[in-house]
């Protein structure tokens, strides 16, 4: 019987620890926020299926339809230069933690409806971002503005830091462009661009 109950002592042991060591890398967990209609994550995918610690955290930048992280500071090695290729953002190449993915174009677009969304360009905890505003409940949800990496090199675009804000959709535009969202301080839209950029992810639940 003791020997039974140590067993049992070191498998919670075990899980607990486990489950700890996995904080320490990122969060695994988000409550997430709903937008008009929409539920959010409330951090950026950092490593691979984990959050960021906070909404102003860059996470980690991705290549579009890749599962590579990539950091959102200094320099990087191994970039992939070339186009992923795919119809859509893949299950198996979705970095988001599990019973979250990647946003579609349509997710985003719920965003730029000024009829039940409101967003300004602010500051948050000395970050620079966009908030976005559900009007009816008045919940929020800050994206960090934090550049991107380019697509020929993996270089990161340090005068855009704190300035532009660029989130990669699941959705493909044609063979080598794919949607992602865009913002500025006056400006925020829907664009397309080289699938070999790269950006960063906001999460939406599955």
Not at 31 to 60: H, L, Q, R, Y
Not at 112 to 141: A, P
Request: hydrophobic fraction near 35%; charged fraction near 20%; aromatic fraction near 14%.
């Amino acid at each position: 019987m003791k020997s039974e109950y140590n067993k049992i002592c070191l498998v919670v042991v075990c899980t607990i620890t486990f489950l700890t060591a996995c904080g320490q890398k990122g969060k695994i967990y988000d409550n997430g926020v709903v937008i008009n209609g929409v539920k959010w994550a409330t951090c950026n995918v950092d490593k691979v299926g984990t959050f960021a610690d906070t909404p102003e955290s860059a996470g980690m930048f991705y290549q579009w339809n890749r599962k590579t992280a990539w950091a959102a500071n200094g320099d990087v090695f191994g970039w992939h230069s070339e186009n992923a290729i795919g119809d859509q953002w893949e299950k198996i190449n979705d970095p988001s933690p599990v019973g979250w993915r990647v946003p579609t174009h349509e997710d985003f677009l719920s965003l730029l409806d000024s009829t039940k969304v409101s967003s300004i360009f602010t500051t948050q905890n000395g970050i620079e971002g966009r908030e976005f505003r559900d009007i009816e409940t008045g919940v929020t949800m800050f994206l960090p503005a934090v550049s991107y990496r380019y697509a020929d090199d993996g270089t990161l675009a340090l005068v855009y830091v704190g300035a532009y804000g660029n989130y990669w959709s699941s959705t493909q535009y044609d063979s080598n462009y794919s949607y992602f969202l865009r913002f500025a301080s006056e400006s925020i839209d829907c664009g397309y661009r080289n699938r070999s950029l790269g950006y960063t992810i906001r999460s939406v639940a599955e």
